[in-house]
């Protein structure tokens, strides 16, 4: 009997163990589904300016998106200068940040910092590496830069501007039966010191000078031909009291970066004007004022020196100026 009976218990034994497998094999499902439900923060894009000052805020722009099936956490993204666009050692970590919120799988979200170029940072060209701080994903896309580096320009100082320009206006035009002819040049030394940082920088007159010469001819035909003849003069400084409505010179840096620069004159000069026939003839004479606002843009830059030319012109309220060039430059001196 108890032969028959002991094979019956053997199978009962396996089948147990069976179900038992069976029953636990559920167990390891969880881990599986949450393993595929993970979260993956990948940054998809970073903006940055073509430009930064050492000290001086500027924004970054980037894009980050949940590629996982899982919530993300809510998280941090840190800024970096890198000279190969790769997190490593390194690499400077820029002032500020960006908190970026828990995102569902596949959202995207964008997010703006303002961050900082560290004193002691080298100027030169950098990439600006956007970071997230902590990610369950693949590490290989937790940092991006942009395609294009930014510039780190020098801290914004005290300093100095000085160099020489030369206008000059040259031509003529057929006037009632004749040509009237003009050629007239001014030459300025200018020389002004700076105080202060980019668009808050205070402009003062060190020195300026200017010499001024022209003449105007009218040439015309006939018995009793018509003249028209100018002379122009004037040389000396120029006026600066520190109060903008009286003020014969100006100057202002229009950009953030320093890059470009407008310088404001105000050149006064005397006339002699004989005008006539082969009757009579007529004198006048007085004092004339020219002013020009000149737009000067970067040409060179060095750690300490920046060299403008003069890129547009324009004469009293926006209107077109009679100077047919302007050459020289001018050179911004950090302290």
């Known amino acids: 009997m108890s032969r028959t009976h002991r094979p019956r218990r053997r199978r009962t034994l396996a089948t147990l163990l069976t179900l038992g497998l069976v029953a636990a094999a ?13 979260a993956d923060l990948t940054v998809t894009s970073t903006t940055a300016p073509a430009s930064a000052t050492i000290s001086k805020a500027f924004g970054v722009e980037t894009k980050v998106r949940n590629a996982g099936l899982g919530k993300s956490k809510a998280t941090t993204v840190r800024y970096y200068l890198s000279k190969d666009a790769k997190k490593d050692r390194g690499d400077r970590a820029l002032g500020g940040s960006a908190r ?3 995102l569902i799988g596949g959202t995207s979200w964008d997010v703006t910092a303002r961050v900082t170029v560290p004193k002691g940072t080298a100027p030169g060209t950098y990439y600006v590496l956007a970071c997230i701080e902590a990610d369950a994903g693949p590490a290989r896309n937790d940092c991006k830069a942009p395609k294009r580096k930014t510039r780190v320009l020098p801290l914004a100082g005290d300093g100095s501007i000085s160099g020489e320009i030369t206008l000059r206006d040259v031509g003529e035009v057929p006037d009632d039966g004749g040509i009237l002819a003009w050629d007239r040049t001014s030459t300025v030394g200018i020389r ?9 920088a205070e402009f003062s007159d060190a020195g300026s000078r200017y010499t001024y010469t022209g003449e105007q001819h009218l040439a015309a035909g006939g018995s009793c031909p018509e003249f028209d003849d100018t002379t122009e003069s004037g040389e000396g400084g120029f006026v600066w009291t520190g109060d903008p409505y009286t003020d014969d010179i100006h100057g202002a840096f229009t950009h953030t970066s320093r890059g470009s620069v407008r310088i404001g004159l105000f050149i006064y000069y005397d006339y002699t004007w004989t005008f006539g026939d082969c009757e009579s003839s007529h004198t006048q004479s007085g004092e004339r004022l020219n002013v020009v606002s000149i737009e000067f843009e970067e040409v060179s830059r060095t750690a300490s020196s920046i060299t403008y030319k003069a890129d547009n012109w324009e004469a009293e309220m926006g209107m077109d100026s009679n100077w047919d060039t302007i050459e020289g430059t001018i050179t911004f001196q950090l302290d």
């Open 26 to 38: 559920p167990l390891a499902a969880p881990e599986a589904a949450q393993a595929r439900a993970r």
């Open 100 to 102: 970026l919120k828990a």
């Open 192 to 200: 002004m010191d700076v105080e202060g940082d980019s668009y808050d």
